[in-house]
């Protein structure tokens, strides 16, 4: 099985993420896929190139980076899912939107053309604020399915959630059986 493993720009995750998607290259053909942001961006948490890297190491191709390289997604039927690890409340809200203007959410696009899994792992300061209505509406359409979540700083960041990352491949194995992995709540 073919899986799309995007990033998004949720750097501060990314140290919980490579371990899972290492985790997944065991068992499944991962191509990478990375926002504008995760693809060019340096922060605190490492440099663009550093994540691409380990990104490549772990899958054995390059990132998907741009709207040209993973439009052919759909068409192609090259994904048997997609998982969006970290996805942003910025990501969250494209989604819900229909909005395909980068290639996370063009990746999503393509994808879901042929009725198959996007699996969600949150990341996000304002999930219990602005983003919770799209929460809301990803939650309610088919093919979607996300991650268990839970507060990760209730009373420091009262708003914000982040997936169980340690979840994720049971999320897939769930997603891929049109089972949407419970609790979800956590």
């Given at each position: 099985?073919?899986?799309?493993?995007?990033?998004?720009?949720?750097?501060?995750?990314?140290?919980?993420?490579?371990?899972?998607?290492?985790?997944?290259?065991?068992?499944?053909?991962?191509?990478?896929?990375?926002?504008?942001?995760?693809?060019?961006?340096?922060?605190?948490?490492?440099?663009?190139?550093?994540?691409i890297?380990?990104?490549?190491?772990?899958?054995?191709?390059?990132?998907?980076?741009?709207?040209?390289?993973?439009?052919?997604?759909?068409p192609?039927?090259?994904?048997?899912?997609?998982?969006?690890?970290?996805c942003t409340?910025?990501?969250?809200?494209?989604?819900?939107?229909?909005?395909?203007?980068?290639?996370?959410?063009?990746?999503?696009?393509?994808?879901?053309r042929?009725?198959?899994?996007?699996?969600?792992?949150?990341?996000?300061?304002?999930?219990?604020?602005?983003?919770?209505?799209?929460?809301?509406?990803?939650?309610?359409?088919?093919?979607?399915?996300?991650?268990?979540?839970?507060?990760?700083?209730?009373?420091?960041?009262?708003?914000?959630?982040?997936?169980?990352?340690?979840?994720?491949?049971?999320?897939?194995t769930?997603?891929?059986?049109?089972?949407?992995?419970?609790?979800?709540?956590?």
């Amino acid at each position: 099985m073919t899986v799309g493993f995007a990033l998004c720009g949720s750097f501060c995750t990314y140290g919980r993420i490579f371990p899972v998607m290492e985790r997944l290259a065991k068992n499944y053909d991962i191509i990478p896929i990375f926002s504008q942001s995760a693809y060019h961006m340096d922060s605190r948490f490492g440099t663009a190139a550093e994540h691409i890297a380990r990104a490549e190491a772990i899958c054995g191709k390059p990132p998907l980076h741009t709207l040209a390289e993973v439009e052919p997604i759909g068409p192609k039927k090259l994904l048997d899912a997609l998982i969006i690890a970290p996805c942003t409340g910025n990501t969250l809200a494209k989604l819900a939107h229909s909005i395909a203007d980068g290639p996370v959410t063009m990746a999503a696009k393509s994808h879901l053309r042929n009725a198959r899994p996007v699996i969600i792992a949150i990341s996000t300061n304002d999930a219990l604020a602005g983003a919770a209505e799209n929460i809301g509406k990803l939650l309610s359409r088919k093919h979607y399915y996300f991650v268990p979540f839970g507060q990760d700083d209730a009373f420091g960041k009262p708003t914000s959630i982040v997936a169980d990352f340690s979840k994720l491949p049971q999320t897939l194995t769930e997603a891929l059986a049109g089972k949407q992995l419970q609790p979800l709540l956590l």
